[in-house]
């Protein structure tokens, strides 16, 4: 069974950092792209970052120059640095990944709350 767990959310003052973490588990043979997704209260979820298996990133405009995505192929996890972080960056903040075991699936965590207070 295949898992995404994801580490690192809390609260911080506007203009703090955060780097979260997200472990895949389980049976994978590999892992085509990852991404980090958020979705704040009475809003839609929405794309953060996503980073391609050949390490290609692409960002929302919001958190262009402010959040950095990596990741690490060794340890299946995922990375989002997060850097001048502001008040409406508070959200619960999703990982993503296309796993392949026998064949490509899509697995979402459990999520993580960020919480930028003013």
């Known amino acids: 069974q295949v898992q995404l767990v994801e580490s690192g959310g809390g609260l911080v003052q506007a203009g703090g950092s955060l780097r979260l973490s997200c472990a895949a588990s389980?049976?994978?043979?590999?892992?085509?792209?990852m991404s980090w997704y958020r979705q704040a209260p009475g809003k839609q979820r929405e794309l953060v970052a996503t980073?391609?298996?050949?390490?290609?990133?692409n960002y929302a405009d919001s958190v262009k120059g402010r959040f950095t995505i990596s990741r690490d192929n060794a340890k299946n996890t995922v990375y989002l640095q997060m850097n001048s972080l502001k008040t409406e960056d508070t959200a619960v903040y999703y990982c993503y990944a296309i796993i392949v075991n026998l064949v490509p699936r899509a697995y979402w965590g459990q999520g993580t709350q960020v919480t930028v207070s003013s």
């Open positions: 389980g049976t994978i043979f590999s892992i085509n792209g």
């Open positions: 980073i391609t298996g050949g390490g290609s990133t």
